[in-house]
């Protein structure tokens, strides 16, 4: 078996959804960053990186418009007397800690739909707002 056989998908999982650099990855599996830097390029890393961080946008995004509707079924429900569902209002409160860092998300989508290279900025954005956590 080949180095990249132990430790390629490993590398790949470290880089494309844990965000790290092949310096880092380097130093966590004792790999020169030659020859992850060779694997990256091979294996198409920073595509999948990209693709990745766009299919967490998906999902945040479409978290944010779940929140929204059960927050509006409450509130009406409330309103009316009757007394919300206590699976809605925990979940509601669990996730409601992400609401900041979603409307930041899209806020600056909103203001880069025009350029053309959206979907690598979109990526750039989650990589620094979520993975970072700054």
Not at 72 to 92: C, H, Q, R, T, W
Request: aromatic share 8%; with cysteine.
């Amino acid at each position: 078996m080949t180095k990249f056989d132990d430790y390629g998908l490993l590398a790949e999982k470290y880089y494309v959804e844990e965000q790290l650099s092949v310096s880092e990855i380097s130093e966590k599996l004792n790999i020169s960053t030659k020859t992850l830097t060779e694997w990256k390029k091979g294996e198409n890393w920073e595509e999948k990186r990209k693709t990745y961080l766009s299919s967490q946008y998906s999902c945040y995004s479409a978290l944010q418009e779940l929140l929204m509707y059960l927050s509006k079924d409450a509130l009406m429900k409330i309103k009316s007397g009757e007394v919300p569902e206590s699976a809605s209002l925990n979940f509601i409160a669990k996730m409601a800690e992400k609401l900041p860092k979603l409307k930041a998300i899209n806020e600056e989508k909103n203001k880069q739909q025009t350029n053309t290279d959206t979907q690598t900025q979109i990526a750039e954005l989650i990589d620094k707002k979520l993975m970072h956590r700054d």
